[in-house]
């Protein structure tokens, strides 16, 4: 039966995920994005919260939660709000996590799910993203060709947050012109881990560019064993994620414009008591609440294991407009003071522009 | 539970009004369309029929907005001549005693066809409802009331089939301003009431929309809904008014159901149309990969989805017995402007077939438009939702 009310576990969730984005991101985010770097300490903190352990069953070591795209989605929206970079980076391991957890084989989840039950923040990462033009992640450009008891790749990837820290990556690669998923151990032979990347926004968010040079590793680090991943429920649920951010960083800087506006006065009257303002803020509103409940629709699809990608790639096609036009109007909203630093408007603009080059980079 | 699985009396009720309209509503549309104030006798005389088996039960739910997206998306004036209180029942609902209630509509369902309206607009005021001009001067144990109404929806049918009603509203005090503003109910074919005249419009033409005149126009004293006391002291005191914008808060919705039945049925066409020439929308295709027309067809199906979701929360709201006067003007004006945009994209897409009254696409693009008007245009709705998220009233924000 049809409902928008949250169960009251969600509801705890979430706001334990509120209080920490208030409490404790936004004291820090501008220093991260100035720094390119976040605190260990934060990320500490949040870990022991165990939002990505939770859903690990007991015999893996962890508490045995259901997994829900739907909870995913609503701890996303909470921390987003707080800030991007520092969610990104929360959420990290679990692009490596989850789909050990749905689609890994036996083997692999005994092997990897229990690091993730640790105290200790477990960097673990995904690369998908290729640093060229046209990009599909569909259409690989990295490799994976069977080669005896093992496999080889080849190819390059980008955007692939805490590549350098990282134990394992999860890297998708074209084996037969199919994406499928492989697991790099670190120091494998073959992996290269660049440079840390200069991007225009989410600059506290270490990212970096790795190559893969006739990296062999063995048949057992396919993704799913034999039977393989499936790539396309991946690439919905983390449509869904990113769709879920975009949705509480357009909240933040709904709020911060909105609240802006009722206190700048000019005229005589704040500038909220125009129309020209104030329809900005509706439009805001109305479509920031069109994308959150887009985004349930598709995360509950995804929750029934049912086919969701014509739900998923709507909402972040919508999530991705949405999230420029809130961003570029509470800069606008602010005038010449959104344009500076020392307000976060300008900083929610860049890594609002990222939302559309971050496939794969969030999951739920 | 966040949850968007439709019950099976839900399903049902969508299979069952799509199976109706598309036997009854499409294959008269273009007709009624071109032959304005006719009436189609058939369709009202059926659908009367039908009243009691459910298949177009309307009330104010999530289950009725899904019948009357499916209704409309069959054909949006037909829906509109569909018997039963409409507005008229939805403003008891909304503000009268449940004596009223039982007095007015409980046997509405009985005899011969009924329609009931709502008369709010005049000549000189639209969305301003507060400038209301219309009187009511209590005299006795009856109330007289004077004045023009305009754009009366199921004016005509209300005002002259035998057991229908009009709620009109006027003032009874203008020195008290909105304070002074009330509804009253007047049975058809009450003395001093006419039927003045019918619009000719863009769209939706099937739909009787009217002029109604009370000329000294007597109603007995209980026909009056809400408090008659008029609190002139107390700005605060403006139930009456209050009243009038508590039944927008469940009819608003109820227009927004509308517009994506209309929106859907341009989309659908789209769609089929583009099968037909083996054309298929890929979903989850990077963005730069997409032809301009798969964007466009993305676009107007996610406009619609969101539309949608923003029509269903209102209406769960609702339900939930939770204010819903912000999420119903998110809804109204959304789906207002989305089918607008998605029903005028449709006929433009479809070059000739689009534009040719062959087909019914540009006939949906015209009925579209009136969802953006009626019940509160795009921009009034932008106004209460502006004013609601910046916590500012009428006098903040003009």
Redesign the interface.
């Known amino acids: 039966?049809?409902?928008?009310?949250?169960?009251e576990e969600?509801q705890m969730i979430v706001s334990m995920a509120k209080q920490f984005a208030n409490d404790e991101m936004r004291k820090i985010y501008r220093q991260c994005d100035e720094n390119g770097e976040i605190p260990d300490s934060v990320i500490d903190t949040v870990w022991k919260m165990g939002l990505t352990s939770s859903s690990i069953p007991e015999e893996y070591g962890g508490p045995g939660g259901e997994h829900s795209a739907?909870t995913g989605s609503l701890i996303a929206e909470e921390l987003a709000w707080g800030d991007l970079s520092i969610t990104m980076h929360i959420l990290c391991p679990a692009l490596f996590a989850y789909p050990v957890l749905e689609m890994g084989a036996e083997t692999q989840k005994k092997k990897y799910l229990p690091l993730f039950c640790d105290e200790k923040y477990k960097a673990a990462t995904a690369a998908l993203i290729e640093p060229r033009?046209?990009?599909?992640?569909?259409s690989l450009s990295t490799t994976a060709r069977p080669d005896g008891d093992g496999y080889v790749l080849n190819g390059e990837k980008c955007y692939v947050p805490l590549a350098a820290e990282a134990d394992l990556l999860l890297v998708y690669a074209a084996e037969n012109g199919s994406s499928q998923g492989f697991i790099i151990e670190k120091g494998t032979k073959g992996l290269e881990i660049g440079e840390q990347e200069k991007n225009m926004g989410i600059r506290a968010l270490a990212t970096y560019e790795i190559s893969l040079k006739n990296c062999r590793i063995p048949k057992e680090n396919r993704l799913g064993g034999e039977k393989g991943c499936d790539f396309?429920r991946i690439?919905?649920c983390s449509r869904v994620a990113l769709s879920a951010m975009a949705t509480g960083l357009a909240k933040a800087a709904f709020e911060y414009s909105?609240d802006y506006?009722?206190e700048r006065v000019a005229f005589g009257e704040p500038i909220?008591?125009r129309?020209a303002i104030?329809?900005m803020?509706?439009?805001m509103?109305?479509?920031i609440?069109?994308?959150r409940?887009?985004t349930?629709?598709a995360a509950?699809?995804l929750d029934r294991k049912g086919e969701a990608?014509?739900?998923?790639?709507?909402?972040k096609?919508?999530a991705?407009d949405m999230v420029m036009m809130v961003t570029d109007r509470a800069v606008q909203i602010l005038g010449g003071h959104g344009y500076v630093r020392e307000h976060p408007v300008e900083l929610w603009l860049r890594n609002g522009r990222g939302f559309?080059t971050f496939?794969g980079m969030a999951i739920v | 539970?966040?949850?968007?699985?439709?019950?099976p009396e839900?399903k049902e009720a969508i299979r069952i009004a799509h199976e109706f309209v598309e036997e009854l509503f499409r294959p008269i549309s273009r007709y009624y369309d071109e032959h304005e104030h006719e009436s189609p006798q058939e369709l009202i005389d059926r659908a009367w029929a039908e009243r009691n088996k459910n298949t177009l039960a309307l009330g104010l739910d999530?289950t009725a907005s899904l019948r009357i997206e499916e209704l409309c998306w069959g054909d949006a004036g037909l829906f509109l001549c569909v018997p039963g209180p409409g507005l008229g029942g939805a403003a008891i609902f909304a503000s009268g005693t449940k004596e009223q209630m039982q007095r007015f509509l409980g046997s509405f369902n009985e005899g011969e066809p009924k329609w009931g309206a709502m008369a709010m607009t005049e000549p000189g005021c639209g969305s301003d409802t507060s400038a209301i001009s219309a009187t009511a001067v209590h005299d006795g144990a009856e109330w007289v009331l004077n004045g023009e109404k305009i754009f009366v929806t199921w004016g005509k049918r209300a005002a002259e089939n035998p057991g229908g009603l009009v709620v009109v509203w006027a003032t009874v005090d203008k020195s008290a301003g909105r304070a002074g503003m009330k509804s009253f109910v007047v049975p058809a074919g009450t003395p001093g009431m006419r039927m003045e005249k019918l619009e000719k419009k863009l769209g939706i033409r099937a739909s009787d929309t009217a002029t109604l005149i009370f000329d000294n126009c007597r109603i007995p004293f209980e026909n009056i809904l809400g408090n008659p006391e008029v609190k002139k002291v107390d700005k605060s005191q403006t139930k009456g008014f209050k009243g009038a914008m508590a039944t927008f808060d469940a009819t608003r919705p109820i227009v927004a159901a509308m517009a994506i039945g209309v929106g859907r049925a341009a989309l659908d066409f789209v769609k089929e149309t583009l099968e037909k020439e083996g054309i298929t929308i890929r979903?989850?295709?990077?963005?730069?990969?997409l032809t301009a027309l798969e964007r466009d067809v993305?676009?107007m199906?996610?406009?619609y989805?969101?539309?949608k979701?923003?029509t269903?929360?209102s209406l769960?709201?609702m339900g939930?017995l939770q204010p819903n006067n912000l999420?119903a003007s998110?809804a109204k004006?959304?789906a207002g402007l989305a089918v607008t945009k998605i029903t005028q994209k449709a006929v433009e897409i479809m070059g000739p077939l689009g534009y040719s009254r062959k087909y019914l696409l540009e006939k949906w693009m015209r009925d579209a438009k009136i969802n953006d008007i009626f019940e509160g245009t795009g921009?009034i709705n932008?106004?209460i939702?502006?004013?609601r998220?910046?916590d500012?009233s009428r006098d903040?924000?003009?």
Do not use: C, H
């Open positions: 039966m049809i409902s928008f009310s949250p169960t969600q739907i033009f046209g990009f599909d992640p569909y396309n690439m919905n909105r506006a009722k909220a008591s129309q104030a329809f803020l509706a439009e509103a109305i479509e609440d069109a994308t409940l887009m349930w629709e509950w699809k990608t014509k739900e998923a790639s709507l909402v096609a919508y991705d559309v496939d | 539970m966040i949850d968007f699985e439709l019950t839900q999530v979903y989850g295709v990077p963005k730069q990969k993305i676009e199906e996610a406009n989805k969101a539309a979701l923003l269903l929360r769960w709201m939930q999420e998110m004006a959304k921009q932008m106004l939702v502006a004013r998220v910046l500012y903040q924000l003009k």
